[in-house]
């Protein structure tokens, strides 16, 4: 019978990666490259390469921005607030 390695307590910290932050990053980029390549390539330019199961929720979460730009944009018009760049948060005074 085979022994089994003796279990760690509950209170100590698994261990530590092995390797270094910079190398698990650059392992991970050359890892998303791989797959990109051996992606299906698009059959035309903005084709999603997305499987079709993904569909129902891009058209939820493109839908969200939608009414979330439109809803921005009523606002703005409704302070007179001048258009900016929409992914900057407004200054607020305190």
Same mark, same amino acid.
Request: proline fraction near 12%.
């Given at each position: 019978?085979?022994?089994?390695?003796p279990q760690?307590?509950?209170d100590?910290?698994?261990p530590?990666? @092995?390797? +270094?932050?910079? *190398?698990?990053?650059?392992?991970?980029?050359?890892? =998303?490259?791989?797959?990109?390549?051996?992606?299906?390539k698009?059959?035309?330019?903005?084709?999603?390469? !997305?499987?079709?199961?993904?569909?129902h929720? !891009? !058209?939820? &979460?493109?839908?969200? *921005?939608?009414? =979330?730009e439109?809803? *921005?944009?009523? &606002?703005r018009?409704?302070?007179? &607030?001048?258009e900016? +760049? @929409?992914?900057?948060?407004p +200054?607020r005074? =305190?």
């Amino acid at each position: 019978m085979a022994e089994k390695p003796p279990q760690q307590p509950r209170d100590v910290d698994p261990p530590a990666p @092995s390797l +270094d932050e910079n *190398i698990q990053h650059h392992l991970g980029d050359e890892l =998303r490259a791989a797959y990109n390549a051996l992606a299906p390539k698009p059959a035309y330019l903005g084709d999603r390469t !997305l499987p079709a199961e993904f569909e129902h929720q !891009l !058209l939820r &979460i493109e839908a969200t *921005i939608e009414v =979330r730009e439109k809803g *921005i944009e009523a &606002i703005r018009e409704a302070l007179a &607030i001048p258009e900016a +760049d @929409s992914n900057e948060a407004p +200054d607020r005074e =305190r």
